[in-house]
């Protein structure tokens, strides 16, 4: 089969490239899928990149591990082990990989998908699992968003960002949402009761408060988000790059998990997990029209180097999808 294999850590073009390797073969609880399409997440850029370098310590030390990245999937069932009784070969699948999606065929746990939304095609599909997931497990699990919740999101035109303004909407929350000045038709475009453009305005310094504040960019120190919430209110820190290119998000998380001060608002550290039951809910908001993928830009097979290059220039609006397969 065709694979993106990585050699090296460094630059996508410089480290990627087309191979053919063997096919992979399920084990019991295992399905084989065939793959048609995928996305890039900054999981992906930092695997291939190798930076934050702390990182290493898992991917592995001088070279990776694993050579073929991608973590969302889109494709359709091609065998399934001897134990599996969830998928049939032929059905439509979506869901989120350890790795292995820049290839022709990947194997997943049968536990790891959900059937393919029926209104939506394979690469608008495969823009959903990792940035849908968390936008819902970081507002439903972490904010305790609810009916009349004021929530502000930062990052809010970026591919998390993009679900997080939709699902916080569905849940019947008034929604604030932070861009930059390009972004602020897309953000408004996708329900957003409020915009502030951070070029122009910073929401930590405006006088409003909010129940919920969930953080995509981790560009204001603690105490400034404390000062927009009310006083039970919930700060949701979901990223963040204070360490640079050896601790990375570490010291924004460490400093996210200290107790917060007694009688005000909570901080809730939040990393999202990969769960069918969650990508089956994002369906079921999808065929409601209550929630849809932003496509920024889809890429071919051979151009998954530039497409995650795009991903570490942190300037795409939506998520950027990757065809694998017509």
């Not at 295992?30 to 399409?37: D, P, T």
């Not at 929350?173 to 122009?200: F, H, K, N």
Request: a positive charge; aromatic letters at 6%; proline letters at 7%.
């Amino acid at each position: 089969m065709k694979a993106i294999v990585q050699r090296a850590y460094g630059a996508p073009p410089e480290v990627l490239e087309a191979d053919d390797l063997d096919r992979p073969e399920p084990a019991d609880h295992e399905v084989l899928v065939r793959v048609r399409a995928s996305s890039v997440n900054p999981a992906d850029w930092m695997a291939v990149t190798g930076r934050p370098y702390v990182l290493r310590l898992g991917f592995g030390l001088r070279r990776p591990r694993r050579r073929v990245r991608g973590k969302d999937v889109a494709g359709t069932v091609e065998a399934v082990g001897r134990k599996v009784t969830r998928w049939r070969p032929g059905d439509e699948v979506f869901g989120e990989l350890p790795h292995g999606a820049y290839a022709e065929y990947a194997v997943a746990a049968e536990d790891a998908l959900a059937a393919k939304p029926a209104g939506l095609g394979f690469p608008e599909a495969a823009a959903v699992p990792l940035a849908g997931v968390t936008a819902l497990q970081g507002l439903r699990d972490a904010g305790g968003v609810r009916a009349g919740h004021r929530v502000l999101v930062n990052g809010a035109s970026g591919g998390v960002g993009t679900f997080a303004v939709q699902i916080a909407k569905s849940f019947g929350a008034q929604v604030t949402g932070v861009c930059s000045t390009g972004g602020t038709g897309l953000v408004r475009s996708i329900g957003a009761d409020e915009i502030i453009d951070y070029t122009r305005e910073d929401f930590t310094r405006n006088g409003q408060s909010y129940d919920v504040v969930f953080d995509l960019a981790g560009n204001h120190p603690r105490p400034a988000y404390r000062r927009v919430l009310r006083r039970d209110g919930t700060y949701v820190a979901a990223s963040g790059m204070p360490g640079g290119d050896v601790l990375g998000p570490l010291p924004y998380v460490l400093r996210a998990a200290l107790p917060s001060p007694r009688g005000g608002p909570r901080t809730k550290p939040f990393a999202a997990k990969a769960r069918a039951g969650d990508l089956a809910r994002l369906a079921e908001l999808i065929a409601a029209g209550e929630v849809r993928p932003v496509i920024d830009r889809t890429y071919g097979f051979t151009e998954i180097a530039a497409a995650l290059s795009r991903q570490g220039e942190g300037h795409a609006r939506g998520k950027t999808v990757v065809t694998i397969a017509p």
